[in-house]
């Protein structure tokens, strides 16, 4: 079982790389995001790997790092979804993102991933939740750890959310500012408010 690989990065397609190690040509299937977190070709790439074993095939799916693969892997025991899906969910939304949706229960960004509709994501999301603790806190591209929300339901929580990421906000930073706002001004707290709270938390 491959779970990890490094190497050249010998050649780079839409949905799918070619790692060189030691003259043995790897290919793995990449999704939106890892590809955009690729080094030049010819230069050394290091790739998480999950291996997928098939009576006819065996498939490789890379990933930029542990944590992202984790969360491939979580995603596959959600009913209906498969690996297309979760690399779909994944290349639409980073880990820290796709973690703070599931602690919103905000299936509508996680909705957002081509091929996944509301049931699925409400799936999603639901099935998830418990499972947060293993797979939190999210870790940012440039190192250390990323606020994973853990907002009490409600509309006003959700709303205040989707006002911060229309102003140009990234999800999970509009969600960590409105789940501190909520530590402030507490749980009853309105929208406007939290939205305000939430700005200025941004602003710091």
């Not at 929300?149 to 999970?172: F, I, K, M, W």
């Amino acid at each position: 079982m491959i779970g990890k690989l490094t190497g050249r990065l010998d050649t780079v397609s839409l949905h799918a790389v070619i790692v060189d190690v030691g003259g043995v040509g790897y290919e793995v299937t990449v999704g939106a995001r890892t590809l955009t977190s690729l080094p030049p070709v010819g230069e050394t790439v290091t790739l998480a790997i999950d291996t997928h074993m098939r009576e006819d095939a065996i498939k490789l799916y890379g990933f930029a790092s542990e944590h992202e693969r984790a969360w491939f892997r979580a995603l596959q025991t959600v009913q209906g979804v498969g690996a297309k899906v979760a690399l779909a969910v994944l290349g639409t939304l980073s880990a820290g993102e796709l973690a703070n949706a599931v602690a919103l229960q905000d299936k509508g960004q996680v909705a957002r991933a081509p091929g996944v509709g509301p049931k699925v994501a409400a799936r999603i999301v639901a099935e998830l939740r418990d499972k947060m603790p293993v797979l939190a806190p999210a870790i940012r591209p440039g190192g250390g750890l990323a606020p994973i929300a853990t907002l009490p339901e409600g509309l006003a929580a959700r709303d205040a959310v989707s006002a911060l990421t229309n102003l140009g906000y990234a999800h999970g930073e509009a969600a960590a500012a409105v789940s501190a706002a909520i530590g402030k001004a507490g749980r009853e707290a309105r929208t406007e408010e939290l939205i305000r709270l939430g700005l200025k938390e941004l602003a710091q």
